[in-house]
């Protein structure tokens, strides 16, 4: 039901920063980034619902910063001192029916994706 367009995505080299977009028809209960590389599932990195309250993975804590804008319907992620490691595609998620799921990061907790926004950081 929530359409969701991504973008920002790139290449960049550590220690640089990204900022990735996310354009939806409508903010869900809850939001969320998720990024998956070849052969590993896909991961929760930072989700935030609309009363303000984030979680984070552990390897992006203190790097990056998950927010939104109401006014214009966009979800962002800013990601600061990116290491070779985060390289993977990321996708924008939302929620819009409330899953008690969403704490924990799990793609399971998410009804609708966008397509994916490729980053790729070089040493």
């Known amino acids: 039901q929530v359409q969701l367009e991504e973008s920002g995505g790139g290449s960049v080299q550590s220690g640089g920063s990204l900022r990735l977009s996310c354009v939806a028809s409508r903010l869900g209960q809850y939001m969320g980034w998720f990024r998956q590389v070849p052969g590993k599932e896909r991961e929760g990195v930072a989700v935030i619902n609309n009363a303000g309250s984030t979680n984070y993975a552990a390897s992006v804590r203190g790097r990056f910063t998950i927010s939104q804008d109401n006014a214009k319907n966009t979800l962002y992620l800013q990601m600061n001192n990116l290491k070779v490691e985060d390289t993977a595609m990321y996708f924008c998620?939302?929620?819009?029916?409330?899953?008690?799921?969403?704490?924990?990061?799990?793609?399971?907790?998410?009804?609708?994706w966008g397509q994916g926004t490729q980053v790729t950081v070089s040493s």
């Open positions: 998620a939302a929620g819009v029916s409330y899953s008690p799921d969403w704490w924990a990061r799990l793609p399971r907790a998410f009804d609708s």
